[in-house]
T-cell receptor, first 117, second 115 residues
Framework: AQTVTQSQPEMSVQEAETVTLSCTYD???????LFWYKQPPSRQMILVIR??????QNATENRFSVNFQKAAKSFSLKISDSQLGDAAMYFC??????????????FGQGTRLTINP | NAGVTQTPKFQVLKTGQSMTLQCAQD?????MSWYRQDPGMGLRLIHY???????DQGEVPNGYNVSRSTTEDFPLRLLSAAPSQTSVYFC??????????????FGQGTRLTVV
Protein backbone atom coordinates (compact mmCIF):
# COMPACT_ATOMS: atom_id res chain seq x y z
CA ALA A 1 0.00 0.00 0.00
CA GLN A 2 1.13 3.50 -0.71
CA THR A 3 1.94 5.89 2.13
CA VAL A 4 2.59 9.62 2.22
CA THR A 5 4.52 11.32 5.01
CA GLN A 6 4.72 15.00 5.88
CA SER A 7 7.22 15.30 8.70
CA GLN A 8 6.63 19.00 9.45
CA PRO A 9 3.38 19.45 11.42
CA GLU A 10 3.89 23.22 11.49
CA MET A 11 5.95 25.75 9.58
CA SER A 12 6.16 29.52 9.71
CA VAL A 13 7.65 32.10 7.37
CA GLN A 14 7.93 35.85 7.14
CA GLU A 15 5.77 37.55 4.57
CA ALA A 16 7.59 37.87 1.21
CA GLU A 17 10.07 35.14 2.12
CA THR A 18 10.34 31.64 0.64
CA VAL A 19 9.30 28.46 2.42
CA THR A 20 9.59 24.79 1.49
CA LEU A 21 7.21 22.10 2.71
CA SER A 22 8.44 18.52 2.66
CA CYS A 23 6.69 15.36 1.53
CA THR A 24 7.95 11.82 1.07
CA TYR A 25 6.02 8.84 -0.19
CA ASP A 26 6.41 5.14 -0.49
CA UNK A 27 5.29 3.16 -3.53
CA UNK A 28 6.48 0.27 -5.64
CA UNK A 29 4.80 1.69 -8.74
CA UNK A 30 6.50 3.70 -11.44
CA UNK A 31 3.42 5.48 -12.78
CA UNK A 32 1.54 7.78 -10.44
CA UNK A 33 0.51 11.36 -9.74
CA LEU A 34 1.33 13.69 -6.88
CA PHE A 35 -0.61 16.70 -5.66
CA TRP A 36 -0.41 19.51 -3.16
CA TYR A 37 -3.73 20.70 -1.74
CA LYS A 38 -4.29 23.84 0.34
CA GLN A 39 -6.93 23.96 3.07
CA PRO A 40 -7.59 27.47 4.45
CA PRO A 41 -9.69 28.03 7.58
CA SER A 42 -12.81 27.79 5.39
CA ARG A 43 -12.05 24.02 5.12
CA GLN A 44 -12.26 24.12 1.34
CA MET A 45 -9.71 21.83 -0.35
CA ILE A 46 -7.96 23.73 -3.12
CA LEU A 47 -5.57 22.13 -5.61
CA VAL A 48 -2.27 24.01 -5.62
CA ILE A 49 -0.13 21.99 -8.01
CA ARG A 50 0.18 18.53 -9.54
CA UNK A 51 3.08 16.45 -10.86
CA UNK A 52 3.04 13.44 -13.17
CA UNK A 53 5.68 10.89 -12.20
CA UNK A 54 6.65 10.28 -15.82
CA UNK A 55 7.62 13.93 -16.26
CA UNK A 56 11.14 14.86 -15.22
CA GLN A 57 10.41 18.58 -15.30
CA ASN A 58 9.23 20.03 -12.01
CA ALA A 59 5.76 21.57 -12.08
CA THR A 60 5.30 25.29 -11.42
CA GLU A 61 2.20 27.42 -10.87
CA ASN A 62 3.01 31.09 -10.40
CA ARG A 63 4.65 31.39 -6.95
CA PHE A 64 4.32 27.66 -6.26
CA SER A 65 6.81 25.09 -7.51
CA VAL A 66 7.79 21.56 -6.62
CA ASN A 67 11.03 19.67 -6.31
CA PHE A 68 10.19 16.16 -7.49
CA GLN A 69 12.88 13.59 -6.79
CA LYS A 70 11.49 10.28 -8.07
CA ALA A 71 14.38 8.08 -6.98
CA ALA A 72 14.30 9.55 -3.48
CA LYS A 73 10.47 9.50 -3.46
CA SER A 74 10.40 13.11 -2.39
CA PHE A 75 7.94 15.83 -3.45
CA SER A 76 8.50 19.18 -1.74
CA LEU A 77 6.50 22.36 -2.29
CA LYS A 78 8.23 25.72 -2.51
CA ILE A 79 6.23 28.89 -1.98
CA SER A 80 8.01 32.04 -3.11
CA ASP A 81 7.15 35.58 -2.02
CA SER A 82 4.85 34.27 0.72
CA GLN A 83 1.61 36.16 1.17
CA LEU A 84 -0.79 36.34 4.11
CA GLY A 85 -3.35 34.47 2.03
CA ASP A 86 -1.00 31.47 1.82
CA ALA A 87 -1.63 30.69 5.49
CA ALA A 88 -3.36 27.32 5.52
CA MET A 89 -2.97 23.61 6.07
CA TYR A 90 -1.15 21.99 3.15
CA PHE A 91 -1.62 18.35 2.20
CA CYS A 92 0.53 16.23 -0.04
CA UNK A 93 -1.38 13.48 -1.88
CA UNK A 94 -0.67 10.47 -4.10
CA UNK A 95 -2.86 8.90 -6.74
CA UNK A 96 -2.47 5.73 -8.79
CA UNK A 97 -3.13 5.78 -12.53
CA UNK A 98 -6.72 5.32 -13.74
CA UNK A 99 -5.97 1.98 -15.35
CA UNK A 100 -5.04 0.58 -11.94
CA UNK A 101 -8.37 1.36 -10.39
CA UNK A 102 -10.48 4.21 -9.15
CA UNK A 103 -8.92 7.57 -8.56
CA UNK A 104 -8.30 7.29 -4.85
CA UNK A 105 -6.11 9.83 -3.11
CA UNK A 106 -3.67 8.93 -0.33
CA PHE A 107 -2.94 11.96 1.84
CA GLY A 108 -0.11 12.96 4.13
CA GLN A 109 -0.72 14.21 7.65
CA GLY A 110 -0.63 17.87 6.66
CA THR A 111 1.59 20.87 7.42
CA ARG A 112 0.10 23.99 8.97
CA LEU A 113 1.75 27.06 7.45
CA THR A 114 1.71 30.38 9.29
CA ILE A 115 2.70 33.63 7.57
CA ASN A 116 4.18 36.28 9.87
CA PRO A 117 3.58 39.87 8.73
CA ASN B 1 -21.89 25.50 -11.21
CA ALA B 2 -22.48 24.39 -7.64
CA GLY B 3 -19.76 21.71 -7.86
CA VAL B 4 -19.86 19.32 -4.88
CA THR B 5 -22.45 20.12 -2.23
CA GLN B 6 -22.41 18.55 1.21
CA THR B 7 -25.14 18.83 3.81
CA PRO B 8 -25.22 19.50 6.66
CA LYS B 9 -22.13 21.61 7.38
CA PHE B 10 -22.28 20.91 11.12
CA GLN B 11 -23.95 18.14 13.10
CA VAL B 12 -23.98 16.95 16.71
CA LEU B 13 -25.12 13.39 17.36
CA LYS B 14 -25.60 11.34 20.46
CA THR B 15 -23.87 8.00 20.73
CA GLY B 16 -25.97 5.33 19.04
CA GLN B 17 -27.92 7.68 16.79
CA SER B 18 -27.90 7.20 13.05
CA MET B 19 -27.69 9.82 10.34
CA THR B 20 -26.89 10.34 6.69
CA LEU B 21 -24.41 12.83 5.32
CA GLN B 22 -25.52 14.01 1.92
CA CYS B 23 -23.26 14.63 -1.07
CA ALA B 24 -24.36 15.79 -4.50
CA GLN B 25 -22.37 16.87 -7.54
CA ASP B 26 -23.60 18.49 -10.73
CA UNK B 27 -20.56 17.84 -12.93
CA UNK B 28 -21.61 14.37 -14.13
CA UNK B 29 -18.51 12.84 -12.53
CA UNK B 30 -18.29 9.06 -12.39
CA UNK B 31 -15.94 8.87 -9.40
CA MET B 32 -17.08 9.91 -5.95
CA SER B 33 -15.40 9.37 -2.59
CA TRP B 34 -15.82 10.00 1.11
CA TYR B 35 -12.88 10.96 3.34
CA ARG B 36 -12.58 11.74 7.01
CA GLN B 37 -10.08 14.27 8.33
CA ASP B 38 -8.63 13.90 11.81
CA PRO B 39 -5.86 16.00 13.42
CA GLY B 40 -2.41 14.65 12.62
CA MET B 41 -3.78 12.00 10.25
CA GLY B 42 -4.65 13.88 7.10
CA LEU B 43 -7.60 12.66 5.06
CA ARG B 44 -8.40 8.97 4.97
CA LEU B 45 -10.62 7.24 2.46
CA ILE B 46 -13.82 5.71 3.85
CA HIS B 47 -15.72 4.51 0.76
CA TYR B 48 -15.65 5.27 -2.91
CA UNK B 49 -17.70 4.69 -6.05
CA UNK B 50 -16.71 4.40 -9.69
CA UNK B 51 -20.25 4.84 -10.97
CA UNK B 52 -23.92 4.37 -10.18
CA UNK B 53 -24.50 1.03 -8.49
CA UNK B 54 -20.79 0.40 -7.81
CA UNK B 55 -19.16 1.08 -4.45
CA ASP B 56 -16.15 -0.24 -2.57
CA GLN B 57 -14.42 0.14 0.77
CA GLY B 58 -11.52 2.42 1.43
CA GLU B 59 -9.04 2.52 4.28
CA VAL B 60 -11.45 3.11 7.19
CA PRO B 61 -14.91 1.75 6.24
CA ASN B 62 -16.08 0.33 9.57
CA GLY B 63 -19.23 1.95 10.92
CA TYR B 64 -20.16 3.53 7.59
CA ASN B 65 -22.39 2.49 4.70
CA VAL B 66 -22.76 3.97 1.23
CA SER B 67 -24.87 3.47 -1.85
CA ARG B 68 -24.87 5.11 -5.27
CA SER B 69 -28.23 4.95 -6.99
CA THR B 70 -27.57 7.95 -9.25
CA THR B 71 -24.51 9.57 -10.76
CA GLU B 72 -25.19 12.78 -8.83
CA ASP B 73 -25.63 11.53 -5.26
CA PHE B 74 -23.38 9.59 -2.89
CA PRO B 75 -24.74 9.58 0.69
CA LEU B 76 -22.73 8.34 3.66
CA ARG B 77 -24.65 6.61 6.43
CA LEU B 78 -23.57 6.27 10.04
CA LEU B 79 -25.58 3.36 11.40
CA SER B 80 -24.83 3.78 15.12
CA ALA B 81 -22.67 6.82 15.85
CA ALA B 82 -19.68 6.46 18.16
CA PRO B 83 -17.41 9.15 19.66
CA SER B 84 -14.57 7.78 17.47
CA GLN B 85 -16.53 9.01 14.45
CA THR B 86 -16.15 12.62 15.55
CA SER B 87 -14.36 14.11 12.56
CA VAL B 88 -14.64 16.35 9.54
CA TYR B 89 -16.04 14.51 6.53
CA PHE B 90 -15.31 15.41 2.92
CA CYS B 91 -16.98 14.23 -0.23
CA UNK B 92 -15.03 14.44 -3.49
CA UNK B 93 -15.74 13.77 -7.14
CA UNK B 94 -13.69 13.47 -10.31
CA UNK B 95 -14.37 12.51 -13.90
CA UNK B 96 -13.44 9.19 -15.44
CA UNK B 97 -10.60 10.01 -17.82
CA UNK B 98 -7.42 8.24 -18.88
CA UNK B 99 -5.56 11.14 -17.31
CA UNK B 100 -5.22 10.45 -13.59
CA UNK B 101 -3.87 13.90 -12.94
CA UNK B 102 -7.40 15.20 -13.20
CA UNK B 103 -8.28 17.35 -10.24
CA UNK B 104 -10.58 15.96 -7.56
CA UNK B 105 -13.29 18.41 -6.53
CA PHE B 106 -14.16 18.57 -2.84
CA GLY B 107 -17.23 19.64 -0.95
CA GLN B 108 -17.02 22.12 1.93
CA GLY B 109 -16.95 19.37 4.52
CA THR B 110 -19.22 18.34 7.39
CA ARG B 111 -18.01 18.74 10.96
CA LEU B 112 -19.57 15.91 12.96
CA THR B 113 -19.40 15.66 16.73
CA VAL B 114 -20.62 12.54 18.52
CA VAL B 115 -21.23 13.00 22.23
Amino acid sequence: AQTVTQSQPEMSVQEAETVTLSCTYDTSESDYYLFWYKQPPSRQMILVIRQEAYKQQNATENRFSVNFQKAAKSFSLKISDSQLGDAAMYFCAYRRPSYQGAQKLVFGQGTRLTINP
Amino acid sequence: NAGVTQTPKFQVLKTGQSMTLQCAQDMNHEYMSWYRQDPGMGLRLIHYSVGAGITDQGEVPNGYNVSRSTTEDFPLRLLSAAPSQTSVYFCASSPRTPYSGTEAFFGQGTRLTVV
